[in-house]
């Protein structure tokens, strides 16, 4: 079965500071990984995903994450924070079924001015 | 750019009502889910659909859960009898078929229901 941690509920950086969302997964099988991020009172908007064509998987927003198979790690980044960017971001996987997608429990970002 | 859209926004409905949430995906699109977000917690899925059938369903969707595609653009979401606990934002989504594995959901903006 797949699935994915988020470490961290609620991560606070400085505005143009590095932002760094970690998220964990577990697949038995190679996994198809996304990031969607949910501004307040909005639905989920899909950041990037990953689908093995390259490891290093850049989004929308100057968002970009990267894929370590050794690390079972897709983290988030963000060279400088913006205080638009302040929002709960959900990291997600899809295994070998065509189906579902699983999300992690989520990390609110918030940005301090 | 296309969207799935949910209507209403918000639904207030008394506890043992039924309710019906709907939804209009991304009109080439074929996989069509529902996923719902009790409020502060993970987003939780309830169930997908393709080709006219349930093709996978969570512990959560229960007997009290169905959903349809009355047409070709609809899909709904139908709790017979409401408790307290299905309060929660509820979100459509659906994407392509084809090679889908790679292809994300694409979200609506929820429907906030409240059970009272």
């Known amino acids: 079965a797949q699935s994915v941690t988020q470490l961290g509920s609620h991560v606070s950086v400085s505005e143009g500071a590095l932002v760094l969302l970690r998220c964990n997964y577990s697949?038995?099988?190679?996994?198809?990984l996304f990031w969607y991020v949910q501004y307040p009172n909005q639905g989920l908007q899909l950041l990037l995903k990953?689908?093995?064509?390259?490891?290093l998987v850049k989004g929308i927003n100057g968002f970009e994450a990267e894929f370590k198979k050794s690390e079972t790690s897709f983290h988030l980044t963000k060279p400088s924070a913006h205080m638009s960017d302040a929002a709960e971001y959900f990291c997600?996987?899809?295994?070998?079924?065509?189906?579902?997608?699983?999300f992690g429990s989520g990390t609110r970002l918030s940005i301090r001015p | 750019e296309p969207e799935v859209t949910q209507t209403p926004s918000h639904q207030v409905t008394q506890m043992g009502q039924e309710v019906i949430l709907r939804c209009v995906p991304i009109?080439?699109?074929?996989?069509f889910y529902w996923y719902r977000q009790i409020l502060g917690q993970k987003v939780e899925f309830l169930v997908s659909?393709?080709?006219?059938?349930?093709?996978?369903k969570s512990e959560i969707f229960d007997d009290q859960f169905s959903v349809e595609r009355p047409d070709g653009s609809n899909f709904t979401l139908k709790i017979r009898s409401t408790k307290l606990e299905d309060s929660a934002m509820y979100f459509c989504?659906?994407?392509?078929?084809?090679?889908?594995?790679?292809?994300?959901?694409?979200f609506g903006n929820g429907t906030r229901l409240t059970v009272t």
């Open positions: 989504a659906s994407t392509e078929g084809g090679n889908a594995l790679n292809s994300p959901l694409h």
């Open positions: 697949s038995s099988v190679p996994p198809y």
């Open positions: 990953y689908t093995s064509a390259a490891t």
């Open positions: 997600a996987v899809r295994g070998s079924s065509a189906s579902k997608i699983i």
């Open positions: 009109s080439n699109h074929l996989y």
């Open positions: 659909f393709y080709n006219n059938e349930i093709s996978e």
